[in-house]
């Protein structure tokens, strides 16, 4: 039979002694948790006096805590607590995270797997940091940034920065040529007569004078060069790859959005009207409407112009027209729409033809009434309704509505409506 087993730990461990089911017997438990490793002693008696002796070694690890348990199964959390747990658990052949313990620290994993486990986890604990770390990362920079601190650990600095430079003149030269250009092609080019310039701008899409800017100093140009100009990420063991995108876009980026801009100014102060040579509305409110735009700059434009065009026709619409005067009322809309003096030289005066009547006759009158800002059609739809207030006809109302409303501000009818005849 067993007597009471009699057990000698460590003082930061409890002992409790408790009862077992068999006669005359007992054991003790470990209620202490704390991390490390622990020797205790066991001495065992039996009725007739043999004492044996045992030590015993157990390995205590740190109780798992995750980081945000109500977002256990977040990523970020995730993985900051698959981190830590991994490195709880890695030994790094006997050097101990802390005394009595052999358990790796992130920073011990950075020396041997040349990642940045530190440097997650500190991003991971503060809330502001932690998007960072969310940021897709293309596969290939964190190869470059792996290698790059291996080999910051396994070759001489001068062999290092030797492959630095030249790896940087490759990557220039691969930029200058995904452009469809080289780094001779652009120096000639800023030093070229005005075609030159002007064919490779247009070819990079960029202004004449922007072509400078993309020249660099190729034997001792850095990283920080090629994405100031180019865009490419820097790829050092500071910023990249848990870097914050950089808030100011690439100089050819900007120069390309600037040339873009300035050819759409000039498409739209462009003479686009194949008749009379002037430029046209931007957004013309009988065409567009505003629920397909989607800026707010847009739909300012489009509201100011609709408020121009209501304007014109509330002033048509406000001319008196009295019944006993309709071919007055004609007068008036006319003059109000196509500038003082039109309706003269629609209709004629005492010793002028107008252009209706040689119209009748058959002359060629095409260049007078393209004075007018007036196309054939538009033309005969208001010789129609001269005819009808003449006539006495009910007609005005149409003829403001109808024939006048997609006149432009400052601007003449230009749109042909229905022929009523």
Same mark, same amino acid.
């Given at each position: 039979?067993?007597?009471?087993?009699?057990?000698?730990?460590?003082?930061?461990?409890?002992?409790?002694?408790?009862?077992?089911?068999?006669?005359g017997? %007992?054991?003790?438990?470990?209620?202490?948790?704390?991390?490390? =490793?622990?020797?205790?002693?066991?001495?065992?008696?039996?009725?007739?006096?043999?004492?044996?002796?045992?030590?015993?070694?157990?390995?205590?690890?740190?109780?798992?805590?995750?980081?945000?348990?109500?977002?256990?199964?977040?990523? %970020?959390?995730?993985?900051?607590?698959?981190?830590?747990?991994?490195?709880?658990?890695?030994?790094?052949?006997?050097?101990?995270?802390?005394?009595?313990?052999?358990?790796?620290?992130p920073?011990?994993?950075?020396?041997?797997?040349?990642?940045?486990?530190? =440097?997650?986890?500190?991003?991971?604990?503060?809330? !502001?940091?932690?998007?960072?770390?969310?940021?897709?990362?293309?596969?290939?920079?964190?190869?470059?940034?792996?290698?790059?601190?291996?080999?910051?650990?396994?070759?001489?600095?001068?062999?290092?920065?030797?492959?630095?430079?030249?790896?940087?003149?490759?990557?220039?030269?691969?930029?200058?040529?995904?452009? !469809?250009?080289?780094?001779?092609?652009?120096?000639?080019?800023?030093?070229?007569?005005?075609?030159?310039?002007?064919?490779?701008?247009?070819?990079?899409?960029?202004?004449?004078?922007?072509l400078?800017?993309?020249?660099?100093?190729?034997?001792?140009?850095?990283?920080?060069?090629?994405?100031?100009?180019?865009?490419?990420?820097?790829?050092?063991?500071?910023?990249?790859?848990?870097?914050?995108?950089?808030?100011?876009?690439?100089?050819?980026?900007?120069?390309?959005?600037?040339?873009?801009?300035?050819?759409?100014?000039?498409?739209?102060?462009?003479?686009?009207?194949?008749?009379?040579?002037?430029?046209?509305?931007?957004?013309?409110?009988?065409?567009?409407?505003?629920?397909?735009?989607?800026?707010?700059?847009?739909r300012?434009?489009?509201?100011?112009?609709?408020?121009?065009?209501?304007?014109?026709?509330?002033?048509?619409?406000?001319?008196?027209?009295?019944?006993?005067?309709?071919?007055?009322?004609?007068?008036?809309?006319?003059?109000?729409?196509l500038?003082? !003096?039109?309706?003269?030289?629609?209709i004629g005066?005492?010793?002028?033809?107008?252009?209706?009547?040689?119209?009748?006759? !058959?002359?060629?009158?095409?260049?007078?009434?393209?004075?007018?800002?007036?196309?054939?059609?538009?033309?005969?739809?208001?010789?129609?309704?001269?005819?009808?207030?003449?006539?006495?006809?009910?007609?005005?109302?149409?003829?403001n509505?109808?024939?006048?409303?997609?006149?432009?501000?400052?601007?003449?009818?230009?749109?042909?409506?229905?022929?009523?005849?």
């Amino acid at each position: 039979m067993i007597t009471p087993a009699l057990c000698s730990m460590p003082r930061h461990i409890a002992r409790q002694p408790r009862t077992t089911p068999w006669t005359g017997s %007992s054991f003790c438990t470990i209620t202490d948790t704390a991390a490390g =490793e622990h020797t205790f002693h066991v001495r065992a008696a039996d009725t007739t006096g043999n004492i044996a002796e045992r030590s015993v070694h157990i390995n205590v690890t740190q109780q798992f805590t995750p980081i945000d348990p109500e977002n256990v199964t977040g990523l %970020s959390d995730y993985f900051g607590n698959l981190l830590k747990f991994a490195a709880l658990r890695i030994k790094v052949g006997g050097i101990s995270a802390s005394p009595g313990s052999t358990s790796a620290t992130p920073s011990q994993l950075d020396g041997c797997f040349f990642q940045r486990f530190q =440097e997650l986890l500190d991003l991971l604990s503060t809330e !502001g940091t932690r998007r960072v770390v969310l940021q897709s990362v293309n596969h290939s920079r964190i190869c470059i940034d792996i290698l790059r601190r291996y080999l910051n650990n396994r070759l001489p600095q001068v062999n290092l920065n030797n492959i630095q430079s030249t790896y940087r003149r490759q990557a220039y030269d691969a930029l200058l040529r995904a452009l !469809g250009t080289s780094d001779k092609e652009l120096r000639m080019a800023v030093i070229g007569d005005t075609d030159t310039r002007t064919a490779l701008a247009d070819r990079l899409r960029i202004g004449p004078e922007a072509l400078a800017g993309l020249l660099l100093p190729r034997d001792s140009v850095t990283e920080a060069d090629l994405q100031r100009v180019f865009g490419m990420a820097q790829i050092d063991s500071i910023k990249d790859p848990f870097a914050p995108t950089e808030p100011q876009p690439p100089v050819l980026l900007d120069k390309r959005r600037a040339s873009l801009q300035a050819a759409w100014q000039a498409q739209d102060e462009a003479t686009r009207h194949p008749v009379f040579g002037i430029t046209l509305p931007v957004l013309d409110p009988d065409l567009v409407q505003a629920d397909n735009l989607r800026t707010d700059k847009a739909r300012g434009l489009w509201a100011d112009r609709r408020a121009q065009v209501d304007d014109k026709l509330k002033v048509l619409r406000d001319i008196p027209r009295p019944d006993n005067n309709l071919l007055g009322v004609f007068r008036s809309i006319v003059d109000t729409a196509l500038g003082a !003096g039109a309706a003269e030289k629609l209709i004629g005066a005492e010793k002028t033809t107008g252009l209706f009547d040689l119209y009748g006759a !058959g002359q060629d009158i095409e260049p007078a009434i393209h004075a007018l800002y007036l196309e054939a059609a538009p033309f005969l739809y208001l010789m129609n309704f001269h005819r009808a207030a003449c006539c006495k006809s009910d007609s005005i109302d149409r003829l403001n509505d109808r024939s006048l409303a997609r006149q432009e501000v400052d601007q003449p009818i230009r749109a042909a409506p229905d022929n009523p005849c």
